[in-house]
Structure formats: structure tokens, C-alpha cells
């Protein structure tokens, strides 16, 4: 996390959505809940390239197709509501969708499925819950997951 404030954190915009970063996702505080608007402009201003909101169904279409973004938060609508659940997924170089749900996998299991279906090689980076139930940062967690990802790739290099 050092790392990423020191190499890509430089202005107060950027530094105000880290702090709420670190404090609601690697710290895991619970916050109000988010919507995509937000995420969205947070995720833009730490410069994640080709990142984009999409709802489940959204997602799994355009992964049929080939033209998911390489970073996406997918929000899981609840049945019947508009309350629902971000989770995370990157599109690696070699086209794996790594995916991550802060509740776990077993949350998601159906959706993973769905994803499985499309025949595309899918990495599951969590199975047991960093989240509580009772609470709704998973936006922030969501977000860092690509943040991270994001850095670790640009290090790599």
C-alpha cells in the first residue's frame, strides 16, 4: 500500500480517494453504501486503464463476445431489487478473468458459474469472506482488488 501512494498518488483528488481507499478497503470500515457513479470516478482517478461499472448480465454478454473491459466492477443485483453486491474482475494478458468477491465465492457461486459457462479460463482469488454481512464497502474492497492488481502489473514490467 506505501508503494502505491508513493509511485501513484500526486494529487489531493487522487489522495482523498486513496484515503477513503485504504480506510474502507484495506482497512475494511465499513462505509455508506456506494454507488457505480462514484466508484467509477474513484476508479478513474487512480488511473485504472480501461475500467468500467457493469451489471452482471452486462458483463457476462460482453465476456461472450470477447470486449470486457480489463477492469471491471460488476454489481450483482439482489432478485427482485435494486440493492445488490459489487465484486471485481481483471482481464489478464493471455484473456483469464481473475475474479474476486469480497464475500467469498460461495456468495457468488451462481454468477461464477455463469461466467464458467462462456468458456473462458475463470481464477477465483478468494473463496472465504473478508467482508461481513452487515456491511457495505464492498465497492472500496472491489476497487482495491483492481487497484492492486493495477500496480502489481505495472511493477512487473
Known amino acids: 500500500i506505501e508503494q502505491i501512494t508513493d509511485d501513484k498518488i500526486d494529487t489531493e483528488k487522487e489522495m ?61 443485483e439482489n432478485a427482485n431489487s435494486r440493492i445488490g453486491h459489487f465484486v471485481a474482475a481483471y482481464t489478464s494478458d493471455n484473456a483469464d478473468i481473475h475474479y474476486s468477491d469480497s464475500l467469498g465465492s460461495s456468495n457468488s457461486k451462481r454468477f461464477i458459474d455463469k461466467l464458467k459457462s462462456t468458456n473462458r479460463k475463470i481464477i477465483v482469488h478468494n473463496s472465504t469472506s473478508y467482508q461481513s454481512d452487515s456491511t457495505s464497502n464492498c465497492g472500496y474492497l472491489s476497487l482495491l482488488f483492481l487497484v492492486s492488481h493495477s500496480h502489481a502489473a505495472v511493477k512487473q514490467e
Not at 25 to 52: C, H, I, Q, V, W
Not at 67 to 75: A, G
Open 16 to 76: 482523498k480517494v486513496f484515503n477513503d481507499l485504504y480506510l474502507h478497503g484495506y482497512l475494511n470500515k465499513n462505509s455508506p453504501p456506494m454507488n457505480s457513479r462514484k466508484l467509477l470516478a474513484m476508479g478513474k482517478t487512480l488511473g485504472l486503464k480501461d475500467f468500467e461499472i457493469l451489471d452482471s448480465s452486462d458483463y457476462l454478454r460482453r465476456v461472450k463476445q470477447g470486449t470486457e473491459p480489463d477492469n471491471c466492477i460488476i454489481f450483482i
